[in-house]
């Protein structure tokens, strides 16, 4: 899955133009390395985003493409 879609489907990032705009300018990183919004994600991966003075860093626990609400934050677990 793209990490976009991924920051997307798990809320981390409301909307993916946002995840894709945060992609581009660099404030993600897969697995320590910057990652471009059409970067394969999967589960085990580690991904970092810069919020502006915030970081936050989260483990990939599962890949959804449709996500009810109160199950979002069962796809990752914070690092």
């Known amino acids: 899955m793209r990490v976009d879609k991924f920051l997307k489907n798990s809320r981390i990032i409301k909307r993916r133009t946002v ?3 945060a992609c581009e300018q660099g404030r993600v ?3 320590d390395k910057e990652a471009k919004p059409g970067t394969e994600v999967s589960i085990g991966d ?3 985003i810069s919020f502006g003075t915030n970081n936050m860093k989260v483990e990939v626990l599962d890949l959804l ?3 009810p609400k109160n199950k ?3 796809l990752y677990k914070v690092l």
């Open 19 to 21: 995840a894709k705009e």
């Open 29 to 31: 990183l897969v697995n």
């Open 46 to 48: 580690k991904i970092e």
């Open 65 to 67: 493409e449709h996500v």
């Open 72 to 74: 979002a934050a069962e």
